[in-house]
């Protein structure tokens, strides 16, 4: 069994979704975890398939041929590195340029791996600043976690860290 992990973007249109479904069930793929979104009239998407080794070619061929859509495909390896504790965290800070690079900086400096990450702009109710908010999954070591929480509240004053083990 490979795990393939699909990558696409393109200009959004209706049925992007139902193509891709419709192509990875036809190759008898089993569509594991996805990430779809439209960005700036464009729709992007990250998707994790379950295939045999027989259907693998065939699904990368059709992926590949699906008009207006580009997609990067590529089959997993094994990764074998043990972690003792998945972190999940949720950062607020005043939204600026380089938070993201300075967050992620901290993240691979202090030995952790940086999972996931969502983030999001909106306006503070009572001033109308411009909030920067992130949920981020980090694999890292248990001995860790308390310097990289401490380096990630030392990137600003304004950042804050609440955190669930």
Do not use: Y
């Not at 999972?115 to 702009?121: A, D, N, V």
């Not at 503070?124 to 990630?152: C, R, Y």
Request: charge should be negative.
């Amino acid at each position: 069994m490979n795990h393939i992990v699909i990558s696409c973007i393109g200009p959004d249109q209706t049925g992007i979704v139902d193509t891709l479904s419709k192509i990875i069930n036809e190759n008898q793929g089993n569509w594991q975890v996805s990430s779809l979104h439209h960005l700036s009239g464009f729709f992007a998407g990250v998707i994790e398939v379950a295939i045999s080794d027989d259907n693998t070619q065939p699904l990368i061929s059709a992926l590949e041929a699906i008009k207006g859509l580009n997609c990067q495909i590529e089959i997993s390896e094994t990764n074998s590195e043990k972690v003792s504790t998945n972190l999940s965290l949720e950062l607020t800070a005043n939204d600026r340029v380089g938070i993201v690079q300075e967050i992620s900086s901290v993240i691979h400096q202090q030995g952790g791996n940086l999972i996931k990450l969502i983030s999001s702009q909106a306006s503070a109710a009572h001033t109308g600043q411009l909030m920067f908010h992130a949920k981020v999954q980090v694999a890292m070591n248990e001995v860790d976690v308390d310097e990289l929480i401490s380096a990630l509240e030392h990137i600003a004053d304004d950042l804050m860290v609440d955190i669930t083990r």
